[in-house]
């Protein structure tokens, strides 16, 4: 487990992202809001990254209540949590659970005629 220094003077330790298991990847969806209409917004990749470091972090110096929540989360400083984004194994991590995919833009899944995965040549 790696520890780090936040901005704010607090500290959180976090697991190896060669840990995560399936299970981990089914909570931190679990974050996301996502409507089945695919209603994306703005906010949907902080959501992404909230999950995402919510199964990371294995300990910390904030009073708040182990494991952690997005209302938790909430609750922290903006620079600690731009800092806890922009960590290695949060990186790392992300891409392990959230792996690239072919995006949809807003106008193909507005049109069902259209594919939503990238063509191929």
Do not use: C, F
Not at 34 to 57: F, N, R
Not at 85 to 98: C, N, R, V, Y
Request: hydrophobic share 40%; glycine share 4%; no cysteine.
């Amino acid at each position: 487990m790696a520890r780090h220094a936040l901005p704010s003077g607090h500290w959180v330790e976090l697991r190896d992202p060669a840990t995560l298991r399936r299970g981990d990847k089914k909570r931190a969806l679990r974050m996301v809001p996502i409507a089945e209409d695919i209603d994306l917004t703005l906010g949907t990749p902080v959501e992404m990254a909230d999950g995402t470091i919510s199964v990371m972090i294995t300990a910390w110096s904030y009073e708040y209540p182990l494991p952690v929540t997005a209302a938790t989360l909430d609750l922290l400083p903006l620079e600690d949590g731009n800092a806890l984004e922009e960590l290695p194994e949060i990186q790392e991590a992300h891409k392990l659970l959230h792996p690239d995919q072919p995006a949809a833009t807003p106008e193909q899944v507005a049109d069902e005629t259209s594919p939503t995965e990238a063509s191929a040549g």
